[in-house]
T-cell receptor, first 115, second 112 residues
Framework: DARVTQTPRHKVTEMGQEVTMRCQPI?????VFWYRQTMMQGLELLAY??????LDDSGMPKDRFSAEMPDATLATLKIQPSEPRDSAVYFC????WGGGTDTQYFGPGTRLTVL | GDSVTQMEGPVTLSEEAFLTINCTYT??????LFWYVQYPGEGLQLLLK?????DKGSNKGFEATYRKETTSFHLEKGSVQVSDSAVYFC???????????FGTGTRLTIIP
């Protein structure tokens, strides 16, 4: 049963520290999404990639957030420096576009707490 | 732009009750429609989907029918269980656009 995996599952850090979240998409999927979920804002799309190239990162605060795909099996979301308002659950999702399907499969999320 | 409007929660029902969670949408073209479910402490899971008008998606006793004339995709289940307690999200993707547009989510609690 193929799944999206995310690490770490939980992260507590202090304001100003760098945070890196990792995602392993489902093997063979060509599109990777990063979402943030908070009580106030709900689910927000931060960025997404197709074949490792960034397609849209307009949802991401550019000054402190960065997203990359070093290879097809790894996507990273980095926050530097972190702030308390970044506390949220961050989800990665992957999907296969161009193959007649349009479904996104979500990972379990990284719960980030910035003190 | 695309948007999804979901029934406000929270919704509390007794076990074996009939469930309806309303969802309406605005989209250009012919969207694909989805229901995702999020159990406590977990990520979103695809519950069901429909890709064209009059299609019915179904899974785990849940059903939703793509109604183009009313731009709706209401979620129904005939007899809910305690294990159905979760947050339910209606969502869509427009043709040629892989980005999901989500509703705000509806928290469902089933009491024994």
């Amino acid at each position: 049963d193929a799944r999206v995996t995310q690490t770490p599952r939980h992260k507590v850090t202090e304001m100003g520290q760098e945070v890196t979240m990792r995602c392993q998409p489902i093997l063979g999927h060509n599109t990777v999404f990063w979402y943030r979920q908070t009580m106030m804002q709900g689910l927000e799309l931060l960025a997404y990639f197709r074949n490792r190239a960034p397609l849209d990162d307009s949802g991401m605060p550019k000054d402190r957030f960065s997203a990359e795909m070093p290879d097809a099996t790894l996507a990273t979301l980095k926050i530097q420096p972190s702030e308390p308002r970044d506390s949220a659950v961050y989800f990665c999702a992957s999907g296969l576009w161009g193959g007649g399907t349009d479904t996104q499969y979500f990972g379990p999320g990284t719960r980030l707490t910035v003190l | 732009g695309d948007s999804v409007t979901q029934m406000e929660g929270p919704v509390t029902l007794s076990e074996e009750a009939f469930l309806t969670i309303n969802c309406t949408y605005t989209a250009t073209g012919y969207p694909s429609l989805f229901w995702y479910v999020q159990y406590p402490g977990e990520g979103l899971q695809l519950l069901l989907k429909a890709t064209k008008a009059d299609d019915k998606g179904s899974n785990k006793g849940f059903e939703a029918t793509y109604r183009k004339e009313t731009t709706s995709f209401h979620l129904e289940k005939g007899s809910v269980q305690v294990s159905d307690s979760a947050v339910y999200f209606c969502a869509l993707t427009s043709f040629g656009n892989e980005k999901l547009t989500f509703g705000t989510g509806t928290r469902l609690t089933i009491i024994p």
